[in-house]
């Protein structure tokens, strides 16, 4: 009898016999090693009056930078902080009388992942590149105002960065034109103050 209580092998993990009926639970699931990631999605529904919840909603969901699966279902990488933000989210859809779900869930193959991956870093290099073009335009502006524009440009590139869960390599580039920008805005203040 001990021995068909043995965990015995599965292609999606093990299994043991759960009674003497020959019923089996698959226990201790993992994935296959060309398996894709978890992710955290949102199912939501809102009424459409009063739109205020609405906007609200999407203003929350592009400030996380989510996914946009579907007419109400969004998708962000599963980790403890998107899960707790997501949760947050779908409890507030509820407050408004609207319907949410929260989920855990991978893509079937590995080519839909490479694909949500993709939109997601193509968003956050539009929005690296908008941000290249304005510290290029301050750096081309009088040195007066850099100091004001340096603090606007690095917290418009904060947020983007807690949004940006796959950095493209405009991430970087971005950063030290910023911190170059920081350091000509640093020097200018030290040659006025020098000047006075």
């Given at each position: 009898?001990?021995?068909?209580?043995?965990?015995?092998?599965?292609?999606?993990?093990?299994?043991?016999?759960?009674?003497?009926?020959?019923?089996?639970?698959?226990?201790?699931?993992?994935?296959?090693?060309?398996?894709?990631?978890?992710?955290?999605?949102?199912?939501?529904?809102?009424?459409?009056?009063?739109?205020?919840?609405?906007?609200?909603?999407?203003?929350?969901?592009?400030?996380?930078?989510?996914?946009?699966?579907?007419?109400?279902?969004?998708?962000?990488?599963?980790?403890?902080?998107?899960?707790?933000?997501?949760?947050?989210l779908a409890?507030?859809?509820?407050?408004?009388?609207?319907?949410?779900?929260?989920?855990?869930?991978?893509?079937?193959?590995?080519?839909?992942?490479?694909?949500?991956?993709?939109?997601?870093?193509?968003?956050?290099?539009?929005?690296?590149?908008?941000?290249?073009?304005?510290?290029?335009?301050?750096?081309?502006?009088?040195?007066?105002?850099?100091a004001r524009?340096?603090?606007?440009?690095?917290?418009?590139?904060?947020?983007?960065?807690?949004?940006?869960?796959?950095?493209?390599?405009?991430?970087?580039?971005?950063?030290?034109?910023?911190?170059?920008?920081?350091?000509?805005?640093?020097?200018?203040?030290?040659?006025?103050?020098?000047?006075?």
């Amino acid at each position: 009898m001990l021995a068909s209580r043995q965990r015995r092998p599965h292609r999606l993990g093990t299994w043991t016999p759960t009674c003497n009926r020959g019923y089996m639970r698959v226990v201790e699931l993992r994935p296959p090693s060309s398996a894709t990631g978890t992710w955290v999605l949102l199912t939501y529904q809102l009424p459409r009056e009063p739109s205020t919840p609405r906007i609200a909603l999407w203003r929350r969901l592009k400030r996380l930078g989510v996914a946009q699966l579907g007419d109400g279902l969004v998708a962000l990488p599963a980790d403890a902080r998107t899960r707790e933000q997501v949760e947050w989210l779908a409890e507030e859809v509820l407050e408004a009388g609207g319907e949410a779900g929260v989920w855990l869930a991978q893509p079937a193959t590995a080519a839909q992942e490479r694909a949500l991956v993709k939109s997601m870093a193509e968003a956050r290099t539009a929005e690296y590149v908008a941000l290249a073009a304005a510290v290029a335009g301050v750096q081309a502006a009088s040195r007066r105002d850099h100091a004001r524009a340096v603090e606007r440009l690095r917290r418009q590139w904060r947020e983007i960065t807690r949004r940006d869960y796959f950095p493209p390599p405009q991430r970087d580039i971005v950063g030290a034109a910023l911190r170059a920008l920081a350091t000509e805005a640093a020097d200018s203040v030290v040659a006025e103050g020098r000047r006075a």
